[in-house]
Structure formats: structure tokens, C-alpha cells
């Protein structure tokens, strides 16, 4: 019991200091991969590892610094380098450092070409930066990034394509309401847990919602 209490301790107090340091990097950012995301994120893996024996540290490090390197936000980082600065001075070991770069490359939607991780704390981690990308969240989070690229919040004439690869997903810049039908509304389908599961079908149908009104306004037919 006591051995507990002194991990759980310790374990908080690194988690304090990634939460501090992933304020500071994302401090200016304004894509919806803040660090309100990314603590958002910490705290449902948090509530999916329950019950599950999962390893509490590797999933909460791999969810607080998932983004940190996240190319789409920092296209000049090279090899991890801020994940693996941050791991240096907390002292995590090798091997726990390995896991959690495994998960933080396993977890991104890149497409068909998206994985599944190979470890429970790989999949509660995809899982829940999934869920955030779905609800109320999930809507304002998709229409914060397409302002923020400039990208048009409907295009009606578009093609939409459900299946396209890493590299033609990274370079899409469609409209913000394609990519619900792009990404967002097939994440419900690709969560690896029972319970995201069930949180993501609950989300999924708000954004169904909010897509039938959307069109219902867009063509003045309210």
C-alpha cells in the first residue's frame, strides 16, 4: 500500500511537469492541437484505462506528448526531438521511452493506411485523441483547423473520398464539412475499446445532428 502511494506520487508529479511543458509548446497555437486537446486527451485515456491493467505512466506520458511533434503543427521537428527532450529530463528509461514513441507513431488517422496499435496502452491512447475529434469538440475542433488553413466550410461540388492513403489525406486541403465524411464520421467504427465505443456512437450521432441542420441552413430550407 504504501509502495502504491509513493508511485502514484511520484507518478503525478511527472505528469505536473509534461502538463506545464506541453502548456508552454502549444501556447500559440490556434488549429485545435492545444494543449486544452491534448489534456483533454490525457484525462479519457485516463478513465478508458480503468479496469483494463494497462500501464497508467506509459499511457498518460504517450497521451501528453502525442502531438508534440505532430507534423501538421511542427513541420520542423526532426525524430522526436521534443518528446525525446522532455523524456530526458524526467529520467524516463529506455524502454519505457521505446513505448511510448511506439504509441505516439501508431496513434495518428492518416487515411486507410491509419494502424492499429500493437499494445493496450497504444490503443487507449488512439482511442481517446479519436474521441476528441468527435461531439461538440470534435465539430469545433474541425472548424478551428479549416479556418485556421483557410479551407471553406462547404464545397458542394467536391468529390469525396472515404479511402484515400497517408499521403493524399495530408496533402487534402477540402472543405471542413468533407472532412466529417473524410474522417470524423468513420473514427465511431475504427475505436479499438468497448467503451470508446460507446462514447464515440454518442458523438457520432450529435455531428449526424449537427450535419442535417448544417444542410437544412445551407440551402435555406429551415
Not at 506541453?22 to 484525462?43: C, L, M, P, Q, W
Amino acid at each position: 500500500m504504501i509502495l502504491d502511494m509513493v508511485k502514484n506520487t511520484t507518478e503525478q508529479a511527472l505528469i505536473s511537469i509534461v502538463i506545464a511543458k506541453v502548456e508552454d509548446i502549444f501556447k500559440n497555437e490556434a488549429t485545435g492541437h492545444d494543449a486544452s486537446h491534448t489534456i483533454r486527451v490525457y484525462k479519457t485515456a485516463k478513465k478508458l484505462c480503468e479496469g483494463t491493467g494497462a500501464n497508467t505512466l506509459i499511457v498518460s506520458l504517450a497521451s501528453l506528448l502525442h502531438d508534440v511533434d505532430d507534423v501538421k503543427i511542427f513541420p520542423t521537428h526532426i525524430n522526436d526531438e521534443a518528446a525525446r527532450e522532455i523524456m530526458f529530463e524526467l529520467k524516463i528509461n529506455e524502454d519505457e521511452k521505446e513505448q511510448i514513441l511506439h504509441i505516439i507513431h501508431q496513434v495518428s488517422f492518416v487515411g486507410k493506411d491509419s494502424v492499429t496499435p500493437d499494445t493496450l496502452e497504444g490503443k487507449i491512447v488512439q482511442d481517446a485523441d479519436r474521441l476528441d475529434a468527435l461531439g461538440a469538440i470534435g465539430i469545433a475542433r474541425a472548424f478551428a483547423y479549416g479556418g485556421n488553413k483557410g479551407r471553406k466550410l462547404y464545397d458542394p461540388n467536391e468529390t469525396i473520398n472515404p479511402e484515400q492513403g497517408k499521403e493524399e489525406y495530408r496533402k487534402n486541403n477540402k472543405s471542413t464539412i468533407a472532412h466529417f465524411y473524410e474522417k470524423l464520421l468513420l473514427l465511431e467504427d475504427m475505436m479499438n475499446t468497448e467503451k470508446a465505443r460507446e462514447i464515440a456512437h454518442r458523438r457520432t450521432l450529435f455531428m449526424k445532428q449537427f450535419l442535417d441542420e448544417f444542410y437544412l441552413e445551407w440551402d435555406g430550407r429551415d
